[in-house]
């Protein structure tokens, strides 16, 4: 099946200080990207919808110039937490479309201290 | 505005038994269902997608059901083992769209040896 990876698996960052992370669709184009957030004991909540080369469409109630997302390439997008705080931690999942079906990645654990 | 509700949050049952999770949303308008299993710490691992005009699908000891006008879905595990352990997530995708799903908060299972 369809492969989408996430990199870094696992970041700690600073409070105030900015981190990336990357989505990438290893053997497949991915126009549309998907980008989820999931709190402990909580439902995954999609955050935005990522579209290359266009903005992307963020969900009520989601800061786009907290959380930016750039979708450069077919097969890339990225999300970056701008002056992060703790209540950013979080985990947060991409996913991909492929024909019918969606692929996730496997996630990123966000530990801002 | 779509709701997804699993019942029930967790559960326990000894290996061998058969097992059945349950999956409801609120609005009967929706392009597909899938299940997901999620390990700790862990991405998304796709069990079963059911479009909407389906009933249900099945892949080894899986077979999920869709009652699209009443709002429900059941993922049957038979023959469960340990390594069924994980929490299971049903999630909807609005109808006309792909990948905007919403997803419930999930069941989490544990299968005793």
């Known amino acids: 099946g369809a492969v989408v990876s996430q990199h870094p698996s696992r970041v700690i960052c600073k409070s105030g200080t900015s981190v990336k992370i990357e989505c990438r669709s290893l053997d497949f184009q991915a126009t549309t990207m998907f980008w989820y957030r999931q709190f402990p004991k909580k439902s995954l909540m999609l955050m935005a919808t990522s579209n290359e080369g266009s903005k992307a469409t963020y969900e009520q109630g989601v800061e786009k110039d907290k959380f930016l997302i750039n979708h450069a390439s077919l097969t890339l997008s990225t999300l970056t937490v701008t002056s992060a705080h703790p209540e950013d931690s979080s985990f947060y999942i991409c996913?991909?479309?492929?024909?019918?079906?969606?692929?996730f990645g496997p996630g990123t654990r966000l530990t801002v201290t | 505005k779509q709701e997804v509700t699993q019942i029930p949050a967790a559960l326990s049952v000894p290996e061998g038994e058969n097992l059945v999770l349950n999956c409801s949303f609120t609005?009967?308008?929706?392009?597909?269902l899938q299940w997901f299993r999620q390990d700790p710490g862990k991405g998304l691992t796709s069990l079963l997608l059911i479009q909407s005009s389906q009933r249900e699908q099945t892949s080894g000891r899986l077979n999920a059901s869709l009652d699209k006008s009443s709002g429900r879905s059941t993922l049957y595990i038979a023959a469960s083992q340990p390594g069924d352990s994980a929490t299971y997530l049903c999630a909807v995708s609005p109808g006309g769209s792909q990948g905007n799903l919403i997803f419930g908060k999930g069941t989490k299972l544990s299968v005793k040896p």
């Open positions: 996913s991909a479309i492929t024909g019918y079906e969606q692929y």
């Open positions: 609005d009967s308008a929706i392009y597909n």
